[in-house]
């Protein structure tokens, strides 16, 4: 099977799904593989390493779409590339398509198979190919939510860990799942008063619990319109790290509460690939990264792991590629047949959407995926 590799064409977006290591496996077991000139650049990787792999460098992206069997990519195809999708192609990407109608028609309109990385979940509920750019979103969320915190970015001049005699800022996290924890860790161990809200009490206790084994210290709350409305007027900075796995993140905070807020606090929504989960969040890109809404900063990138393309490209290739040989040595459908995990996967395929979540989210019709 042909595995084509694009350049990403968002903005500021310097991954490449794919790192030479993970071309050299692929065509070890036969499958050729198209990267698109520079598309490894903004990682670091130059051309001449993807050559030394195995790859084959193509001159454009319509000439790696047109004659690749699966493309695979880092997030979801923009505009430009809408006239590339084509029927019998497989794509594997970052979709999230709840937010974005126009995408899913795009995507039903031209019968491609469609496969979200955030949407092949495992038995147990946990989310694989989301796992890695989760953790690097929720460490990051800290990072920019302390630099915004500096008075001179328009923040109320804290030092999120604090000094001696003085303490640091207070964070709350609402979220329990990979990103929210991810956060807790960097900003407990930076010295914040930490508080994470979530939905489920055993699950709250368990986090702490592991906290504790590191000499952490994590105050948990039950989340709740109530509870937010509590803890939101005593927070410095405000992480969004709530996931629907391929649904729309759900609004938790209103406009109302957001104004409770004390002015030059921060707001980080993690959450805004999926819509975010603030009434105040809209999405923000690495060049123009924040804006203020009620006198409060929003940090609102939707892809923050590209700021750290070198580690973000080398961890989602790891949890990325045996999906990838798992499809490119069996076939798509002996794949899907053969994985409960890859088939949850499988957003469009043929014109028909196969994600209830997406329905939902659009009003629209949904089936299970059938051969």
């Known amino acids: 099977m042909i595995i084509g ?108 198979t469609a496969i979200g990385y955030e949407t092949v979940q495992l038995a147990d509920g946990s989310l694989p190919l989301l796992a890695p750019m989760s953790e690097v979103a929720g460490k990051l969320s800290i990072q920019a939510g302390a630099h915004y915190l500096e008075k001179e970015q328009g923040g109320l001049g804290i030092l999120l860990g604090g000094v001696s005699g003085v303490d640091g800022a207070r964070v709350l996290i609402i979220g329990s799942g990979t990103v929210g924890t991810s956060a807790a860790r960097v900003a407990l161990g930076m010295g914040a008063k930490v508080t994470m809200a979530g939905r489920n009490p055993d699950k709250l206790a368990r986090i702490s619990r592991e906290f504790q084994k590191s000499s952490l210290t994590l105050e948990t709350a039950v989340s709740g319109p109530e509870e937010l409305a509590k803890l939101l007027p005593q927070s410095e900075l405000v992480i969004g790290a709530v996931l629907i796995p391929g649904g729309r993140a759900p609004c938790l905070v209103s406009r109302r509460m957001v104004q409770t807020m004390r002015k030059g606090s921060v707001i980080v929504d993690v959450a805004i690939d999926q819509g975010g989960c603030f009434a105040t969040s809209r999405a923000t890109t690495h060049r123009e990264p924040v804006y203020e809404e009620e006198g409060v900063i929003h940090y609102c990138v939707a892809n923050m792991p590209g700021a750290v393309p070198r580690t973000s490209t080398s961890g989602l290739t790891r949890v990325t ?37 997406v329905a939902e989210a659009q009003n629209r019709d949904w089936c299970e995926l059938r051969f």
Do not use: C
Not at 322 to 350: C, F, M, W
């Open 321 to 357: 590629l045996p999906y990838v040989l798992q499809i490119a040595n069996r076939g798509l459908i002996e794949a899907v047949d053969s994985d409960p995990a890859l088939r949850k996967g499988v957003d469009t395929h043929q014109g028909f959407l196969h994600n209830r979540d």
């Open 5 to 112: 590799v694009p350049r990403e064409i968002k903005p500021q977006e310097n991954r490449v799904a794919m790192i030479p290591e993970g071309v050299g496996k692929l065509t070890a077991a036969g499958h050729p593989v198209l990267v698109e000139r520079g598309a490894g650049s903004g990682s670091g990787i130059s051309d001449e390493d993807f050559l030394a792999a195995g790859a084959e460098i193509v001159s454009s992206a319509a000439e790696v779409w047109d004659r690749a069997a699966m493309v695979v990519k880092v997030k979801e195809p923009l505009p430009a590339e809408y006239p590339l999708l084509r029927e019998n192609l497989i794509l594997f990407t970052y979709l999230h398509l709840a937010p974005l109608p126009e995408l899913t028609e795009q995507l039903l309109a031209s019968k491609v």
